[in-house]
């Protein structure tokens, strides 16, 4: 179709939203514009086009460079002249780097200066609040940087404002998969859980031992057999077939290094005493060959383990490990507090920041998976940083399995200062759903129930949980589950009003939210999730069901992330162009803050911005519509605002949010490209799964 084709079908359909009515539109789940506001919708250039293209998969053409390849091309980039040493860009002295000339970065500060971008305009962000800059001569505000003032360290900047880095200690011990968690051992074996896992890796064991001397017996013995073939007479023949099978036998039992085990009729032997560092071995997935279980010990229950040596397992290393009856943990009353929900890419520490400044009481952080963090990636790891100004912060992991689940906990409880952790049962992410996580727990409330009680059972920390109403749409499950939640031991659950298969389609379910809420036990607080865009919605909730402790806000909060102001003033705020821009220079500050005001640290604060803007075009403003308040499934046409700066703002394209973030990280650099990570239609059509 030709352009003059395509701008008829547009106009017409432009036409066609003129001459219906408001009420037709909201039908329809069209926002209501004005019509001296509405346009048509811009035709996309060329260049347009083009650009879209190379955000597009067009990397799938590209030849594949191998890891060698990748390698050194990241070490010819660092020893470029523009990759200064982090330490003489600190000092501006050429000496001061330790390392010399096996430093991976350059030396050369005369060239970097000659080669140096030049500064962006305003102030440096470190320098604003009366602080050394970190980042010395590669900050691109070094031209703002007071004089006498020498360079902080980026740790020391961090420590007073940012909380909850991974000791460098522990992440070695968990990189060499060293790391210890008592606590959560005993309560796993406490729950019989730890046993099961034992057990498991056992009879896998066991397996692979069997196999392999079967293996090593049959060849052994057509090794023999073939040699007594050359070597002895056809009357001897018949000695040595028996010979063989007999050697065979004898084989089978007696293989290096697999143990011997029993007939059927073999009389089971009684379970030896539970050795805690046997058991330390194989949690950690550690096999011992020496070690030899009998089929029948591994069928009985954990329960007919002695109860003498229990005891000595669970309670050997400090009183911390005994279970904390429910009144004795530290609650958090979440009632009528405004939350912000943990929001992947988009809800970064800066984002929540920005939050807090309008309004937000409660923050969470993103959604991090225990296994990485039980790796000690440190890119999961900085998903549970926290800022001096999140008053009330907790965070939020996402598990399949109790082990993983527990021992994260209790590794967080240790290394991090947080006041609630939330796990994720209700990300619907197919990665992560494959897994056994997220919302795949709906159909495993067993599961649930384990991972909940050993989580809650190590830790004084709040333990809450958000869900899904169910994993496939019309089959409900979280009504059936909420009385028993709370004597899981959770203190608190969020519950989304959609299914997994739902995704983000259709409306959330909230009469669901209030059924559920109204069949909680008193001690577990319910929170509503879904839709909330302004605060009539908020209010409608709240008074439709005063059971509900709270309302958590999650794209709403990405869209226009002053609702907190509007719900704590009672009022539809008419936000002006110059007032959103403003809220876009505080993100900036806190991104740079955040991830440095040096070059790598300015584009990363532009990526994550335009991540944020492709959610925030959504927003129509209040004195544009006919019909307020605006709902969060309305898709917004085409319109002028009210100044171009507006008008900009309201643009879908991803040119126009480069531009925005043009206004405030100046020009991007050569050859950049950016496609968003997430949909941010959430009406467009959901995959079903």
């Given at each position: 179709?030709?352009?003059?084709?395509?701008e008829?079908?547009?106009?017409?359909k432009?036409t066609?939203?003129?001459e219906?009515?408001p009420?037709?539109?909201?039908a329809?789940a069209?926002?209501?514009?004005?019509?001296?506001?509405?346009?048509?919708p811009?035709?996309?250039?060329?260049?347009?086009?083009?650009?879209?293209?190379?955000?597009?998969?067009?990397?799938?053409?590209k030849?594949?460079?191998?890891?060698?390849?990748l390698?050194?091309?990241?070490?010819?980039?660092?020893?470029?002249?523009?990759?200064?040493?982090?330490?003489?860009a600190k000092?501006?002295?050429?000496?001061?780097?330790?390392?010399?000339e096996?430093?991976?970065?350059?030396?050369?500060?005369?060239?970097?200066?000659?080669q140096k971008p030049?500064?962006?305009?305003g102030?440096?962000?470190?320098?604003?609040?009366d602080?050394a800059?970190?980042?010395?001569?590669?900050?691109r505000?070094?031209?703002?940087?007071?004089?006498?003032?020498?360079?902080?360290?980026?740790?020391?900047q961090?420590?007073?404002?940012e909380?909850?880095?991974?000791n460098?200690?522990?992440?070695?011990l968990?990189?060499?998969?060293?790391?210890r968690?008592?606590?959560?051992?005993?309560?796993?074996?406490?729950?019989?859980?730890?046993?099961?896992?034992?057990?498991?890796?056992?009879?896998?064991?066991?397996?692979?031992?069997?196999?392999?001397?079967?293996?090593?017996?049959?060849?052994?013995?057509?090794e023999?057999?073939?040699?007594?073939?050359l070597?002895v007479?056809n009357?001897?023949?018949?000695?040595?077939?028996?010979?063989c099978?007999d050697?065979?036998?004898?084989?089978?039992?007696?293989?290096?290094?697999?143990?011997?085990l029993?007939?059927e009729?073999?009389?089971?032997?009684?379970m030896?005493?539970?050795?805690s560092?046997?058991d330390?071995?194989?949690?950690?997935?550690?096999?011992?060959?020496?070690a030899?279980?009998?089929?029948?010990?591994?069928?009985?229950?954990?329960?007919?383990?002695?109860?003498?040596?229990?005891?000595?397992?669970?309670?050997?290393?400090?009183?911390g490990?005994?279970?904390?009856h429910?009144?004795?943990?530290?609650l958090?009353?979440?009632?009528?507090?405004?939350?912000?929900?943990?929001?992947?890419?988009?809800?970064?520490?800066?984002?929540?920041?920005?939050c807090k400044?309008?309004?937000?009481?409660?923050?969470?952080?993103?959604?991090?998976?225990c296994a990485?963090?039980?790796?000690?990636?440190?890119?999961?790891?900085?998903?549970?940083?926290?800022h001096?100004?999140?008053?009330?912060?907790?965070?939020?992991?996402?598990?399949?399995?109790?082990?993983?689940v527990?021992?994260?906990?209790?590794?967080?409880?240790?290394?991090?200062?947080?006041?609630?952790?939330?796990?994720?049962?209700?990300?619907?992410?197919?990665?992560?759903?494959?897994?056994?996580?997220?919302?795949?727990?709906?159909?495993?409330?067993m599961?649930?129930?384990?991972?909940v009680?050993?989580?809650a059972?190590?830790?004084?920390?709040p333990?809450?949980?958000?869900?899904r109403?169910?994993?496939?749409?019309?089959?409900?499950?979280v009504?059936?589950?909420?009385?028993d939640?709370?004597q899981?031991?959770?203190?608190?659950?969020?519950?989304?009003?959609?299914?997994?298969?739902?995704?983000?389609?259709?409306l959330?379910?909230?009469e669901?939210?209030?059924?559920?809420?109204?069949?909680?036990?008193?001690?577990?607080?319910?929170?509503?999730?879904?839709?909330?865009?302004?605060?009539?919605?908020w209010?409608?909730?709240?008074?439709a069901?005063p059971?509900?402790?709270?309302?958590?806000?999650?794209?709403?909060?990405?869209v226009?992330?002053?609702?907190?102001?509007?719900?704590?003033e009672?009022?539809?705020?008419?936000?002006?162009?110059?007032?959103?821009?403003?809220i876009?220079?505080?993100?900036?500050?806190?991104?740079?803050?955040?991830?440095?005001?040096?070059?790598?640290?300015?584009?990363?604060?532009r990526h994550?911005?335009?991540?944020?803007?492709?959610?925030?075009?959504?927003?129509?403003?209040?004195g544009?519509?006919?019909?307020?308040?605006?709902?969060?499934?309305?898709r917004?046409?085409?319109?002028?605002?009210?100044?171009?700066?507006?008008?900009?703002?309201?643009?879908?394209?991803?040119a126009?949010?480069?531009?925005?973030?043009?206004?405030?990280?100046?020009?991007?650099?050569?050859?950049f490209?950016?496609a968003?990570?997430?949909?941010?239609?959430a009406?467009?059509?959901a995959?079903?799964?």
């Amino acid at each position: 179709m030709d352009e003059s084709s395509v701008e008829l079908v547009e106009g017409v359909k432009a036409t066609e939203r003129v001459e219906k009515t408001p009420e037709e539109l909201v039908a329809k789940a069209i926002a209501p514009v004005k019509r001296e506001f509405l346009r048509p919708p811009p035709v996309r250039t060329s260049n347009d086009v083009v650009s879209d293209s190379k955000s597009t998969p067009s990397t799938l053409f590209k030849e594949k460079k191998s890891k060698r390849q990748l390698k050194r091309e990241r070490r010819q980039e660092q020893k470029s002249t523009l990759n200064l040493c982090p330490k003489i860009a600190k000092t501006g002295n050429v000496s001061a780097c330790p390392y010399n000339e096996n430093c991976r970065f350059s030396h050369d500060l005369e060239g970097y200066k000659a080669q140096k971008p030049a500064d962006l305009e305003g102030n440096c962000p470190f320098t604003s609040a009366d602080r050394a800059c970190p980042y010395g001569l590669a900050c691109r505000f070094s031209g703002t940087h007071k004089d006498g003032v020498a360079a902080g360290s980026v740790n020391l900047q961090k420590k007073n404002s940012e909380i909850n880095e991974l000791n460098k200690d522990v992440q070695k011990l968990l990189w060499k998969n060293k790391k210890r968690f008592p606590k959560a051992d005993a309560k796993l074996k406490l729950l019989g859980l730890l046993f099961v896992l034992v057990a498991g890796l056992i009879q896998l064991l066991e397996f692979i031992l069997r196999a392999m001397g079967k293996a090593n017996s049959k060849i052994k013995a057509c090794e023999d057999k073939e040699e007594g073939d050359l070597t002895v007479s056809n009357g001897n023949r018949a000695i040595n077939d028996n010979s063989c099978g007999d050697m065979a036998t004898d084989s089978d039992n007696k293989v290096e290094g697999s143990p011997k085990l029993p007939e059927e009729d073999d009389e089971p032997r009684p379970m030896k005493k539970a050795k805690s560092a046997v058991d330390e071995e194989y949690c950690t997935g550690k096999e011992d060959n020496d070690a030899s279980v009998k089929d029948e010990d591994l069928g009985k229950s954990h329960a007919q383990i002695e109860p003498e040596s229990m005891t000595e397992n669970i309670f050997t290393a400090s009183d911390g490990s005994l279970k904390l009856h429910p009144r004795e943990k530290k609650l958090i009353d979440f009632r009528e507090k405004l939350y912000l929900a943990p929001l992947t890419t988009v809800g970064n520490l800066p984002f929540r920041r920005v939050c807090k400044m309008l309004g937000a009481d409660v923050t969470c952080g993103e959604m991090a998976m225990c296994a990485n963090l039980l790796q000690g990636q440190a890119s999961e790891w900085a998903l549970l940083r926290r800022h001096s100004e999140e008053h009330l912060f907790g965070v939020q992991i996402c598990g399949a399995y109790p082990d993983t689940v527990a021992r994260t906990v209790e590794l967080i409880d240790q290394e991090c200062e947080v006041d609630f952790i939330d796990i994720n049962m209700g990300c619907p992410i197919d990665i992560v759903v494959s897994k056994g996580a997220g919302s795949a727990l709906l159909m495993k409330p067993m599961r649930m129930k384990n991972i909940v009680e050993a989580a809650a059972g190590i830790v004084d920390r709040p333990i809450t949980i958000k869900v899904r109403t169910g994993f496939l749409e019309g089959r409900n499950r979280v009504d059936s589950l909420i009385a028993d939640i709370g004597q899981w031991g959770a203190s608190a659950v969020t519950i989304h009003g959609r299914s997994r298969q739902q995704r983000y389609s259709k409306l959330a379910n909230w009469e669901y939210i209030y059924q559920c809420a109204r069949k909680a036990p008193d001690s577990l607080q319910v929170q509503g999730n879904g839709d909330i865009f302004s605060y009539l919605d908020w209010n409608k909730h709240k008074s439709a069901c005063p059971e509900l402790s709270t309302c958590m806000i999650a794209r709403g909060a990405l869209v226009k992330p002053w609702i907190f102001t509007e719900i704590k003033e009672q009022r539809h705020w008419d936000i002006s162009s110059g007032e959103r821009l403003n809220i876009l220079k505080d993100y900036v500050r806190c991104g740079l803050e955040h991830w440095g005001s040096d070059t790598k640290g300015v584009e990363t604060t532009r990526h994550f911005l335009l991540e944020w803007l492709s959610y925030t075009y959504r927003y129509v403003p209040v004195g544009l519509l006919d019909v307020i308040p605006q709902q969060l499934n309305w898709r917004p046409p085409s319109y002028f605002g009210r100044d171009d700066l507006e008008t900009l703002m309201a643009s879908d394209s991803a040119a126009d949010w480069i531009r925005i973030s043009e206004m405030l990280l100046g020009k991007v650099p050569p050859g950049f490209t950016f496609a968003p990570k997430h949909k941010s239609n959430a009406y467009d059509r959901a995959e079903n799964g």
